[in-house]
């Protein structure tokens, strides 16, 4: 029996078209699936957690009399976990509800921005999201009521909280290319006010939910 032997330009030439295939497939694949690989790639995660969960002592001057106020603020961590930078970030309340008793209680919903801590809140509410973390006011609590740390407060929403008060607050990251899903933050406070840091977390629980 003859054997058929290929010679090596016949290998050759099975190669060629091995070749040719497979960059026809390769072409393929990335047309049908380039784009959705590159935006996977490129997919933004972000964490947002309470900074810590029992505040930080201050004090508020007034410029006229200069008489300092006792305050507490607790701040939100930002952190970009992996995807493109962003752009005019910024934090944005979407609704505030009261919880009384076992009710949930609507108070106001809207858009507001929180204020970036290290920016002038003044000139700009934005700031340009890296590969690193940012810090964000979220409550400042006095020795008798607490607020919201928003920019600017709208004409439809009572930014005081006094006295023992349990609220939820929605919230979100906006920029000019992402949104993320929306957290929510669970603020109760039994009216108490302690200077320590262990006696006032006992009485004022910031936590995300």
Request: proline share 0%; glycine share 4%; charged share 25%.
């Amino acid at each position: 029996m003859n054997k058929t032997c290929l010679s090596v330009s016949d290998w050759i030439q099975v190669g060629v078209v091995i070749c040719t295939c497979l960059s026809s497939v390769v072409a393929l694949v990335i047309a049908l699936w380039g784009e959705r690989m590159r935006k996977w790639a490129n997919k933004v995660s972000i964490e947002i957690k309470i900074e810590n969960d029992k505040g930080a002592l201050t004090y508020e001057s007034n410029e006229k009399t200069e008489e300092k106020t006792s305050c507490r603020f607790y701040h939100l961590l930002v952190k970009k976990i992996k995807g493109e930078v962003l752009h005019n970030a910024r934090i944005v309340v979407t609704s505030i509800d009261e919880i009384i008793q076992t009710d949930t209680v609507n108070r106001w919903k809207g858009l507001a921005c929180l204020n970036w801590m290290g920016i002038d809140a003044y000139n700009s509410n934005t700031r340009t999201l890296g590969a690193t973390s940012y810090y964000c006011d979220f409550i400042c609590v006095y020795e008798s009521w607490y607020r919201l740390a928003l920019i600017c407060i709208p004409n439809n929403l009572d930014n005081r909280w006094e006295g023992k008060k349990q609220i939820e607050v929605s919230f979100k990251l906006i920029s000019d290319e992402f949104e993320s899903e929306e957290y929510r933050a669970s603020i109760n406070w039994d009216g108490v006010w302690k200077d320590g840091n262990e006696e006032m977390k006992n009485h004022m629980v910031v936590k995300l939910i």
